[in-house]
């Protein structure tokens, strides 16, 4: 029967067949654009909905410890529901957003049923399990903006329908017929796409797909190992391609990777918005691309989309919500123009600059790699310094990050006058220092000039920000009246919090912060902070924020005595 330990064998088991077949599932990967990572993505998938299931076993065990509950397990819907959580926030790629959502819908259905039961139908059912295939199939087709034909989504329907044409009987019998149904509408994908028929190979998302019904299969049945996959069928030789190879039963055969056009960027991020607002969101993005795949609910989303212009998919995604885990990817059949401003520098041709206020954060960015302009409060730098910082680099490609908001106009008229010097350069709007440090987290001068500009924008838009400061006379603010020496937690420019101490004021900022959710914490503190600040405030999100990460630095003489960053 399907119940919680059984779940979580299924999710043991599919991690283990798609770590072992995760290469092979690479390399037949030619569709929907042909980048050789469909088995890592729903590996690395699946492996978050697993270390979700274990953390409910984890919290399970603690909360029962010396009760005398021996032998009892979570509850399947509680179990199940974090699989499906946890697979919609790891999801990667489209493969892996797919996935999701399938795990979503057959989650949902299995969920109701059993809130429904009590006539001992219950979840351990056979058919219960084929409508619950049924359910996630159909979600997963939902969620494709414009499905196609030969894919996972052609794999996930015959399982369903294998499995409902089963005559049901226990929960065993029916996966295993999911598991033969979805092995032959997986050997006929290589004649439902062209992409497909050319290179002699099944479809990459299906190849998973079974994977995982099999093991789903192993688990009802109490395997110890997933099953193997065999398929049959040559993979097919193409000219004037790229070539990997995928062991299949026959043998090794050569895979071809087509070339082509086609969007140039893969991004995906979390949203949480409003389910009116990711309806407006759905066809902005399709008007920027392909690939679109939107999966979730209940507040939270996983967005996938190949674009052209990464930026406005993610301001796209500002608009609809707030959208965060911002991944962005160069897709290698991409075909986008490059910018303005001539060709792209290599390792050693490109340089950062970046404006901060005191030395410890001065150190922190030439220890980055970038030239600095240090600035003190009240004496903001002119337009022609920051040109000629930039200039100054010797580099042909030049990323400003100003790292303050009053700075955005200087900044912007810098950048000009070093283009106009032939300097290839580009603007990062940071309002923070902490943001030009999460841009200079991600720098790569390895990559295109354009891609590293959109990563570095990308990390610095996904870092909120905020800072400590004293009062100095009595005033209104937003978050009521300050008197002279009273500390002031501002929050992305506005007073969110009037304290009587800085400990105490920087432990509220940081609560409320992170009430919106964060992987990363930075502190930057300032040179008169008492000694352990930091270590209290690192304390103080641990023992709240157990998934959070923090880190701090030493910031020398800068205008607050403490910035913080969140990610």
């Known amino acids: 029967m399907l ?23 690479d390399a037949v990967n030619v569709f929907p654009v042909a980048d050789g990572d469909t088995g890592t993505n729903l590996y690395l998938t699946v492996e978050s909905a697993a270390q979700a299931v274990d953390a409910v076993y984890g919290a399970f065990a603690a909360e029962t410890a010396g009760s005398g509950g021996g032998g009892v397990e979570p509850a399947v819907a509680d179990v199940l529901r974090a699989m499906a959580h946890g697979a919609l926030i790891g999801a990667r790629g489209n493969s892996g957003t797919i ?5 979503r819908g057959l989650t949902g259905a299995v969920v109701a049923a059993d809130a429904g039961s009590g006539t001992g139908s219950g979840p351990g059912s056979g058919a219960l399990l084929a409508g619950a295939l049924r359910r996630g199939a159909d979600a997963a087709r939902a969620a494709v903006e414009h499905p196609v034909e030969g894919t996972m989504l052609t794999v996930a329907d015959a399982a369903a329908a294998a499995a409902e044409g089963s005559g049901a009987g226990d929960a ?19 004649g439902q796409l062209d992409v497909l028929r050319r290179a002699g190979v099944v479809d990459a998302g299906g190849l998973g797909l079974v994977a995982v019904l099999g093991t789903l299969a192993d688990a009802l049945s109490g395997a110890a190992r997933p099953t193997e996959l065999e398929l049959e069928g040559p993979a097919g030789r193409g000219a004037g391609s790229r070539r990997t190879t995928a062991r299949h039963e026959g043998g090794e055969a050569a895979c071809p990777v087509p070339a082509g056009g086609g969007p140039a960027y893969e991004v995906i991020y979390l949203l949480e918005a409003a389910d009116d607002a990711v309806a407006r969101l759905r066809p902005r993005l399709d008007a ?10 209940d507040g939270l989303w996983r967005v996938h989309v190949h674009v052209d212009d990464a930026g406005a998919a993610v301001e796209a995604g500002v608009e609809a919500g707030r959208p965060y885990r911002i991944r962005i990817t160069h897709l290698p059949a991409g075909t986008a123009a490059p910018p303005r401003g001539g060709a792209g520098g290599g390792p050693g041709g490109r340089a950062v600059v970046a404006v901060v206020p005191g030395e410890g954060l001065a150190a922190l960015c030439a220890e980055a790699g970038a030239g600095v302009v240090t600035v003190r ?6 337009s022609g310094e920051l040109a000629e910082a930039m200039r100054r680099t010797g580099a042909r490609e030049v990323v400003l990050l100003p790292n303050d908001a ?23 709007p940071t309002r923070a220092a902490v943001q030009g440090l999460a841009a200079l987290a991600v720098h790569d001068p390895g990559r295109r000039f354009d891609e590293d500009v959109v990563a570095m924008t990308a990390a610095a838009g996904a870092t909120r920000h905020a800072e400590l400061a004293v009062a100095e006379q009595e005033a209104w603010t937003t978050a009521g009246i300050c008197r002279p020496g009273d ?42 902070l008492p000694r352990g600040f930091g270590a209290r405030l690192e304390a103080h999100v641990r023992s709240g924020h157990l998934a959070v990460d923090t880190v701090v630095y030493e910031g020398g003489s800068q205008s607050a005595p403490l910035l913080i960053g969140v990610e």
């Open 172 to 190: 065993a019998r029916v996966a295993r017929a999911a598991f033969d149904g979805a092995r032959e509408a997986l050997a006929a994908t290589t």
């Open 288 to 297: 920027l691309g392909d690939s679109l795949v939107v999966v979730g609910g």
């Open 99 to 103: 996935l999701a959502e399938l795990l």
């Open 487 to 528: 500390v002031l937690g501002v929050m992305e420019g506005d007073v969110a919090v009037v304290g009587a101490d800085l400990a105490g004021t920087a432990e509220a900022v940081l609560d409320r912060m992170l009430a919106g959710g964060g992987e990363l914490v930075t502190l930057v503190l300032g040179p008169d």
């Open 406 to 428: 009053e700075l955005r106009h200087t900044a912007a008229v810098a950048v000009e006058e070093a283009r106009a010097s032939g300097v290839r350069a580009a603007l990062i």
């Open 3 to 25: 119940d919680a330990s059984s779940v979580r064998a299924w999710c043991a088991l599919a991690l283990e067949a798609l770590g072992r077949g995760r290469e092979e599932i």
């Open 377 to 382: 409060e009240g004496e903001p730098p002119a």
